[in-house]
């Protein structure tokens, strides 16, 4: 039905392993580190009506890391929702939500400035991973290639979400 979202005939000449992100803390988020893991991928803002949805993603991170899951929140103000600093964005999310999964530096997500990652993610899987707003989930298979995307009000509690991860634990 959503066939037109996605790029069917991807060549995948890179994949998710190949890109490396700015950790918000000064460290390097290299997903190589995380190869044959299931990544999350999230534009994050901490003023956006999204914005609880870091503790599902908290949750998600916690009940499904030694799954072989890993949550990496990307911070951006390409809609105007996250003006804070780095140290500023950290501490909002350690204090407000417990927030212990990575987190890279603020990032650009979407146009002509934005990160490798999401121009790799837009190239094979097609417009379904472009972010149209904050809380956009990119969810890299085992194989490092783009297994699904879901938009902002899909929560990372809701069963749709939760069935893909559950099924790509099993693959």
């Keep these: ?19 490396t992100f700015n950790g918000i803390d000064g460290s390097k988020i290299t997903l ?16 956006c009506g ?19 899951l890993v949550v990496i929140g990307v911070p951006t103000n390409n809609f105007k929702q996250e003006p804070g ?19 890279t530096e603020k990032t650009n997500v979407i146009g002509n400035d934005a990160h490798p990652f999401y121009k790799w993610a ?6 379904g991973a472009i972010p ?4 956009h989930k990119i969810v890299v298979g085992k194989d490092g290639k783009v297994l699904d995307t879901f938009a902002s009000f899909t929560k990372p509690t809701s ?13």
């Design 1 to 19: 039905m959503f066939g037109f979202f996605t790029n069917l005939s991807a060549q995948y000449t890179n994949l998710a392993y190949n890109y």
């Design 32 to 47: 190589e580190e995380y190869k044959g893991k299931i990544i999350v991928v999230v534009n994050v803002a901490s003023r």
């Design 50 to 68: 999204y914005t609880p949805q870091y503790e599902g993603l908290q949750n998600l991170y916690t009940n499904y890391k030694n799954k072989n």
């Design 85 to 103: 600093s780095n140290k500023e964005i950290k501490d909002f999310c350690e204090t407000n939500f417990g927030i212990n999964f990575p987190m």
């Design 122 to 127: 837009k190239e094979n899987h097609g417009i």
């Design 132 to 135: 149209k707003w904050n809380f």
């Design 159 to 171: 069963n749709k979400f939760l069935k893909t991860i559950e099924k790509e634990i099993k693959n």
